[in-house]
């Protein structure tokens, strides 16, 4: 165990009336658990490291007799992108077990809006899954904006969709994560991005992805599961716990990311159960 976990631990035994930290109460709540739904910046890994017992992890899923998934709110990749990373650091898993907003956002707007024109500000890569879906995309009078993580954000991106936003294009996120964890800190994410976009039209975006029920239905479509045998496991409060607990399912606070303690103690989402990290969880299984 690290000095970061060892002082998290110490933390939370302190912390009374919160959820549950003692041993036999983080037993309890992966007791019936099925299905792990792990979050990846900040949860598993760190920019390209490895977070000290996520290897371990998974291992023990497998030897229970359990299942799990990546699910990232980081659009600004793909599945196939991701699934590579994880194999880079020595984690092999099909493309199926990674699952993003991006798709999410692909089959929202499939169902809600099919044939409809979309301004997208994307990545390289998001545009390439969104025209692959069959999306049409358009670069004058768009019948929606979505926006998604950008890396390659530009002014041009910018004034354009907000130009459309206020001629009456509806407004679409991706997610909403304010900040994206990476091993030098923290960098503007999609919902960073899109408050520059509501500051300037006065209009705000419908978010997809996690914490929303969309996301919920999706892993639900795709993994036969059933929502009470669920935990999703992450470093953030208002999306990954978040999408456990106001979606009928758990909500797992990992200490290895954004989310402190401190956070939960304010916070007005209160997860299920805190782990020092998904090693931590490990222990329990």
Same mark, same amino acid.
Request: net charge negative.
């Given at each position: ?124 890569? %998001? #545009?390439? *899954?969104? @025209? /692959? ?11 929606? $904006?979505?926006? &998604? ?72 479509? %795709? #993994?036969? *599961?059933? @929502? /009470? ?11 990954? $716990?978040?999408? &456990? ?41």
């Amino acid at each position: 165990m690290n000095g970061k976990e060892t002082a998290s631990r110490q933390t939370a035994e302190k912390m009374p009336g919160r959820p549950a930290l003692c041993a036999e109460d983080k037993a309890k709540a992966v007791k019936d658990v099925k299905l792990f739904v792990l979050d990846m910046d900040g949860t598993f890994y760190l920019g390209d490291r490895l977070i000290e017992g996520s290897l371990e992890f998974l291992q023990r899923v497998k030897e229970t007799g359990r299942r799990f998934v990546f699910f990232t709110n980081n659009s600004s990749r793909i599945p196939s992108v991701y699934q590579q990373k994880l194999a880079r650091m020595g984690c092999n898993v099909e493309q199926r077990e990674v699952i993003t907003s991006g798709e999410v956002t692909i089959a929202y707007l499939r169902t809600h809006y099919p044939g409809k024109r979309v301004y997208l500000v994307g990545t390289p890569l %998001l #545009t390439e *899954s969104f @025209r /692959e879906a069959g999306i049409c995309l358009v670069e004058e009078a768009p019948d929606l $904006v979505v926006v &998604g993580f950008d890396m390659t954000l530009t002014y041009e991106k910018l004034e354009r969709a907000c130009t459309f936003i206020r001629n009456g294009a509806v407004f679409l996120a991706t997610h909403l994560d304010i900040n994206c964890p990476t091993e030098d800190g923290f960098i503007p994410d999609c919902g960073a991005m899109c408050a520059l976009i509501t500051k300037s039209t006065g209009v705000e975006p419908r978010y997809l992805g996690k914490p929303f029920a969309e996301t919920v239905e999706m892993v639900l479509e %795709l #993994t036969g *599961s059933r @929502r /009470e045998e669920i935990a999703f496991v992450g470093d953030r409060l208002y999306t990954d $716990v978040a999408t &456990g607990v106001k979606n009928g399912a758990k909500g797992f606070l990992v200490l290895t990311g954004e989310a402190t303690l401190a956070d939960v103690e304010t916070g007005e989402v209160q997860p299920t159960c805190i782990y020092d990290s998904l090693f931590d969880i490990s222990r329990y299984l």
